[in-house]
């Protein structure tokens, strides 16, 4: 079973930064695409950054230049950092893990909230 536990949440101030950590427990991390989701309050949750097995990238165009999502292997760990922070990107982020056969989990969120 896979279980996936985010942190590095927190408040931050207009253009500061955080980094998030989702840690996979389980086997055959490096198969796993791994990405990250937000949600805010009334809104429905929206993909935010996906990263391959290979490696491959891609970004939703509101976070494109400020977030980058990387995976370090070795300790089953996908991270998020997130510069240039705005009061937009208030919201529960989250840790999703696929497999292309449909296996799929997810974390239990953690809170990002930028003030002015």
């Known amino acids: 079973q896979v279980r996936l536990v985010e942190s590095g949440g927190g408040s931050v101030q207009f253009g500061g930064s955080l980094r998030l950590s989702c840690v996979f427990s389980g086997y055959s991390f490096y198969l796993y695409t791994m990405e990250w989701y937000h949600q805010a309050p009334g809104n429905q949750r929206e993909l935010v950054a996906t990263i391959t097995s290979s490696g491959t990238t891609t970004y939703v165009d509101s976070v494109k230049g400020r977030f980058t999502i990387s995976r370090d292997n070795a300790k089953n760990t996908v991270y998020l950092q997130m510069n240039s922070l705005k009061a937009e990107d208030t919201a529960v982020y989250s840790c999703?893990?696929?497999?292309?056969?449909?296996?799929?989990?997810w974390g239990q969120g953690t809170q990002v909230t930028v003030s002015a």
């Open positions: 999703h893990a696929s497999l292309p056969l449909g296996h799929q989990y």
